[in-house]
């Protein structure tokens, strides 16, 4: 069975927290935009949870149960249960404890706009807990909020996403509207590589496996291939020789299917190494020789004329 990949949005707001959506709205609104499904992600409440996977089952959408701690030190999304811990009782000294909690229980933990300052002033935006470890851990926001191909915080976490890779960290890179009301401009969305029916249960089974890349909505086939067997985004490679290949297919509906694409390139990032690759009708192929690290590719070109990193995916892991 092939893999496709899906639009999600992994993070929201409703009016149980600080959104200005009831969660019908949100489901509905979700639905409108093209999107397979979403993660409800409150304020340190998991209260609009139910009444979000009630209206979702209404509109066809795999609905995520979350909630997001909320603290001075900064953000996390906790996905795929009412995991019952306090959010007071995440701070520096315990949240790997508490995110090794949620992974036992079979759901997903990650870093949330890692760079952005609170708002109001100092309400704990950015990441300052000081974490050495992410094994715990299962992704990390390196796009948030409306207009990410514009917003400076996310070329920082881009870069600190690539840090911790380098380190040995396997995060699945995803984006995170911070979605509280409606808004105008251009927003991204999480595709997740999923087998079959579209579920919940896949949904988080696709970030723990980092089967993901962030996009404006630029359609994104992305693998390596040894001669006999084929390699996916997140997975586990040897070292070795490959053929890279890269399909890339602007949406024909859903989110940002009304919007003008050009795809320009390529960019290839591995542990020592940034390779920019020209490409024309959105195909391309190169063998190369993989040693141990990582390979991540981004999409570089345009969105109605305005020059865009389109989408970037989370890297093969190379053993």
Not at 52 to 62: F, G, K, V
Not at 163 to 175: D, I, K, P, Q
Not at 275 to 301: D, M, N, P
Request: hydrophobic share 35%.
């Amino acid at each position: 069975m092939s893999i496709e990949f899906y639009p999600f949005e992994l993070h929201t707001h409703t009016l149980h927290s600080d959104g200005r959506f009831t969660p019908e709205e949100l489901a509905l609104r979700a639905a409108a935009e093209g999107l397979k499904g979403f993660a409800l992600t409150d304020h340190n409440t998991s209260t609009g949870n139910s009444y979000a996977e009630r209206a979702s089952a209404q509109h066809n959408l795999a609905f995520i149960s979350g909630i997001e701690w909320t603290t001075f030190f900064g953000h996390i999304t906790a996905l795929g249960g009412d995991f019952g811990i306090d959010w007071r009782a995440v701070n520096p000294k315990t949240v790997c404890r508490q995110a090794a909690c949620v992974k036992e229980a079979g759901g997903c933990v990650g870093i949330a706009h890692p760079f952005r300052i609170g708002f109001p002033i100092c309400t704990g935006g950015s990441d300052d807990w000081g974490i050495q470890d992410y094994k715990d851990f299962t992704h990390y926001e390196i796009w948030s909020g409306p207009n990410p191909h514009k917003e400076p915080t996310n070329v920082f976490a881009e870069e600190r996403y690539r840090e911790l890779t380098a380190l040995g960290n396997r995060l699945a890179c995803v984006y995170g509207r911070d979605w509280h009301s409606a808004e105008s401009g251009v927003c991204a969305a999480t595709f997740l590589g999923i087998e079959g029916e579209v579920t919940a249960a896949k949904a988080l089974e696709a970030i723990k496996k980092g089967r993901s890349y962030v996009s404006l909505g630029i359609k994104a086939d992305i693998s390596l291939c040894d001669g006999k067997r084929v390699y996916y985004i997140g997975e586990s490679v040897p070292e070795g020789e490959y053929e890279l290949s890269v399909t890339l297919t602007p949406p024909s509906e859903g989110l940002n299917a009304l919007r003008v694409f050009g795809i320009e390139g390529i960019t290839l990032y591995t542990q020592d190494s940034v390779t920019r690759i020209g490409i024309e009708g959105g195909r391309h192929s190169k063998k190369l020789r993989l040693g141990k690290g990582f390979l991540q590719v981004t999409v570089e070109g345009s969105i109605d004329s305005e020059g865009a990193r389109l989408a970037v995916a989370t890297p093969f892991y190379i053993n």
